[in-house]
């Protein structure tokens, strides 16, 4: 049985204790005594201040009324329930798919969004109503792994239609251990995290149909959130590689770089595969090292030029390893281009500040005005975190904002030779609108030999 909320807050050492020492605030336990229920959403910090488990707190958990043909469900950290059918991989109880909720506009890449490491600890709603009728091919991955946690989709995934198809997206998910989740209102869904920001929230699959909600509620609740989560380390190589393989192009498929002009060291922060392509393709040879790289490490290789590449978490928590060796190799006078991730570290090491954006830009669809020339770019976005312009130093400026919310999408440091956009020049939702960049980065390696 749960613990009345009077010994929770009595176990704290009264109403101004509690409030100190779980962060959330005199407020808050005032609504907990009026609510006679400590919200799932503080369960985190109650059970880190008294020792007390999920069970004290939850209480015995009620048997789920399942309503009919539904197989899997979604369920948030504030109890709401999403039932549909369930898709791709079943979900184990003991290590369900638990992650930040986000959604993505795109209408076709559904393969290259799933396997994009920048959504490690992310469950991702499509907005577009059809997922799965191109299939899934070994050509479209973003990365060796899937790093998202789940899938929710509005309709059910449909058997591929595609002569590139190798694999229907079901299969696909299930050799990877991919749950998802179709039959939801993604509308409905979408609209609540534009109003409210990403919830936590829990993909539940299960192979013996039975779900303990509360259990579930409980994992969501729990869950720490992506705010100082460093997940660079997770998904970027273990060792440093050479790259020589440019981009695809029918009838040929991918080309490769044989007389490259410059030497790239792209630091892998969780690096998609055609940012690597388009590089070799504007005429680099790349060596990829891993996202703790020093300075020292990377400066070893003699780059002609620095990549900093996309990646997943919280800049601010990379940016602990990251920004003095982003540091050291601007002091060495290398050139630096930097993309997401990236070039919010790029920011870090310039000296402003970043922050969390209420709900995020996901999609292949994201207006961005170039500064410069008036030029509006149609982008591809996928990032939770922004560059706060007003922490800008002097000699670092805007170069690009976003026509959705005014937020940051890019700056230069001429001083430093440096510059990085917040979007994916690579992605081509334009198709090629900013394609121009990576041009833009071998004039500048040019330039530097002088």
């Known amino acids: 049985m749960a613990m009345l909320v009077d010994e929770v807050i ?79 991989a079943r979900t184990d109880a003991a290590a369900p798919a638990v992650g930040e909720l986000c959604f993505n506009t795109g209408m076709t890449g559904y393969q290259e969004t799933l396997t994009d490491p920048s959504y490690a600890g992310q469950i991702i709603a499509f907005t577009f ?168 490490d990377i400066l070893r290789h003699r780059p002609d030029g620095v990549f900093l590449s996309n990646g997943p978490g919280d800049p601010a928590a990379t940016g602990r390893y990251a920004v003095p060796a982003i540091q050291g190799v601007l002091a060495a006078g290398v050139p630096v281009f930097g993309i997401c991730l990236g070039h919010q570290l790029l920011a870090l090491a310039l000296g402003a500040r970043t922050y969390k954006l209420e709900r995020g830009h996901h999609g292949a669809n994201q207006p961005v005005r170039d500064l410069a020339t008036g030029r509006v770019e149609i982008t591809s976005q996928n990032h939770g975190f922004a560059v706060d312009d007003a922490s800008l130093p002097d000699g670092v400026r805007v170069t690009h904002v976003s026509l959705f919310d005014g937020s940051n999408e890019g700056i230069a440091c001429e001083a430093r030779r440096a510059f990085s956009v917040q979007y994916h020049p690579e992605a081509s939702p334009g198709p090629s609108d900013s394609a121009h960049l990576f041009g833009r980065f071998t004039a500048l390696m040019a330039s530097s030999r002088g």
């Open 129 to 296: 109503p059809h997922i799965g009728n191109v299939g899934a091919n070994p050509a479209d991955s973003e990365a060796a792994t899937v790093a998202a946690r789940g899938l929710v989709t509005r309709e059910d995934v449909t058997e591929p239609s595609n002569w590139r198809a190798a694999q229907s997206l079901d299969g696909w998910m299930r050799a990877r251990s991919i749950p998802g989740l179709a039959g939801v209102d993604t509308r409905a869904l979408t609209i609540r995290i534009r109003d409210g920001g990403p919830p936590h929230g829990v993909l539940s699959f299960p192979a013996d149909g039975r779900f303990d909600l509360a259990a579930l509620q409980a994992h969501a609740a729990a869950w720490p959130g992506l705010d100082g989560m460093d997940l660079a380390r997770e998904v970027s190589c273990t060792q440093s590689f050479a790259w020589d393989e440019g981009v695809w192009a029918w009838p040929d498929g991918f080309a490769r770089q044989t007389a490259p002009a410059h030497h790239v060291v792209a630091v892998d922060y969780g690096a998609k595969r055609n940012i690597f392509r388009s590089l070799a393709s504007a005429g680099c040879r790349l060596t990829v090292v891993p996202a703790a790289s020093t300075s020292e």
């Open 10 to 88: 009595d176990r704290l050492g009264g109403q101004d204790a509690a409030a100190r020492l779980t962060g959330v605030g005199v407020e808050a336990v005032r609504k907990w005594r009026q609510a006679r229920a400590v919200p799932p959403r503080h369960w985190a910090a109650v059970i880190a201040a008294t020792g007390l488990t999920m069970a004290d707190l939850q209480g015995d958990a009620p048997a789920a009324d399942v309503p009919p043909g539904a197989t899997a469900c979604l369920v948030l950290a504030d109890g709401t329930v999403l039932w549909g059918r369930g898709f791709g």
